[in-house]
């Protein structure tokens, strides 16, 4: 039964948007397997797109990193949050933006002014070690006189080779908190983050699969606007997550790797 659920996703299927962390690779360790699903669809011309939360690497960065690790991965072929923000604060003109973020990223970032003092925009992303409590304060003052917060993502937790650790959307839902203002989320479950990698890829929400080790984000924010939803058995995925959430995947594989031989 569950072979004939699988052949039938599948057989409407025309392209997928894979996550790449905890699904790829955890940590600099490629997972068994990861490789040669890119291989599968390079074979069988089926279109693709990365789509990330990550936030401490520039799309150059994490473009080349890819490479290094055996994934042949076009730069275009990478929808990352912090892209997604760029194209979203292009939208509003030049704003001047106070900038959480790792130095790695503000590069991708260079084309607006910065101002710790009068900026219309605070964007959070990931700082490492950097977030202190004068960071904080001052993104709170900032909201406090207007500016918008607009988050890269609201990720609870990420998997790193040491386990689960602590993800940006503690800090987002702190300011949201202390300041009662909501922020703007860029990255998944966000739908406009989905319309823009479908938009890239030029299918239809029906024509495309979401495959992800986060069920609220990736599974649960691509069913919401249309796509199919794959839960991978790696990374952040824990049975118990799993089992309290009301989102159901449309098919759960034990690693990505299984997608390869369904192609």
Same mark, same amino acid.
């Given at each position: 039964?569950?072979?004939?659920?699988?052949?039938?996703?599948?057989?409407?299927?025309?392209?997928?948007?894979?996550?790449?962390?905890?699904?790829?690779?955890?940590?600099?360790?490629?997972?068994?397997?990861?490789?040669?699903?890119?291989?599968?669809?390079?074979?069988?011309?089926?279109?693709?797109?990365?789509?990330?939360?990550?936030?401490?690497?520039?799309?150059?960065?994490?473009?080349?990193?890819?490479?290094?690790?055996?994934?042949?991965?076009?730069?275009?072929?990478?929808?990352?949050?912090?892209?997604?923000?760029?194209?979203?604060?292009?939208?509003?003109?030049?704003?001047?933006?106070? /900038?959480? !973020? @790792? $130095?790695?990223?503000?590069?991708?970032?260079?084309?607006?002014? &910065?101002?710790?003092?009068?900026?219309?925009? *605070?964007?959070?992303?990931?700082?490492?070690?950097?977030?202190?409590?004068?960071?904080?304060?001052?993104?709170?003052?900032?909201?406090?006189?207007?500016?918008?917060?607009?988050?890269?993502?609201?990720?609870?937790?990420?998997?790193?080779?040491?386990?689960?650790?602590?993800?940006?959307?503690?800090?987002?839902?702190?300011?949201?908190?202390?300041?009662?203002?909501?922020?703007?989320?860029?990255?998944?479950?966000?739908?406009?983050?989905?319309? /823009?990698? !479908? @938009? $890239?890829?030029?299918?239809?929400?029906?024509?495309?699969?979401? &495959?992800?080790?986060?069920?609220?984000?990736? *599974?649960?924010?691509?069913?919401?606007?249309?796509?199919?939803?794959?839960?991978?058995?790696?990374?952040?995925?824990?049975?118990?997550?799993?089992?309290?959430?009301?989102?159901?995947?449309?098919?759960?594989?034990?690693?990505?790797?299984?997608?390869?031989?369904?192609?």
């Amino acid at each position: 039964m569950g072979d004939v659920v699988t052949a039938e996703l599948f057989s409407h299927i025309k392209g997928l948007l894979l996550d790449i962390n905890g699904v790829f690779y955890v940590g600099n360790r490629l997972l068994p397997g990861a490789a040669d699903v890119i291989k599968a669809l390079r074979d069988r011309d089926m279109p693709f797109r990365i789509v990330t939360n990550n936030t401490n690497e520039s799309l150059a960065t994490l473009h080349r990193n890819l490479n290094k690790m055996g994934l042949p991965i076009k730069q275009h072929e990478i929808i990352s949050a912090p892209y997604a923000a760029v194209l979203y604060l292009r939208q509003r003109g030049k704003p001047k933006c106070f /900038l959480l !973020l @790792d $130095d790695k990223v503000v590069s991708d970032f260079q084309e607006f002014p &910065v101002s710790e003092t009068d900026a219309e925009v *605070v964007v959070v992303g990931d700082m490492g070690d950097g977030w202190t409590y004068r960071v904080l304060n001052r993104a709170f003052h900032l909201i406090m006189k207007g500016a918008e917060l607009v988050a890269l993502h609201k990720g609870r937790y990420w998997q790193w080779e040491a386990g689960l650790q602590l993800d940006i959307g503690a800090f987002v839902a702190g300011l949201e908190y202390s300041t009662e203002r909501t922020a703007t989320v860029i990255g998944k479950p966000s739908s406009s983050f989905f319309k /823009l990698a !479908l @938009d $890239d890829l030029g299918l239809t929400a029906d024509e495309v699969a979401m &495959v992800g080790d986060d069920i609220e984000a990736d *599974v649960g924010g691509a069913q919401a606007m249309g796509l199919k939803g794959i839960l991978v058995k790696t990374g952040k995925y824990r049975d118990t997550f799993a089992e309290k959430s009301d989102i159901v995947p449309d098919l759960t594989l034990a690693s990505v790797a299984a997608i390869a031989p369904m192609l």
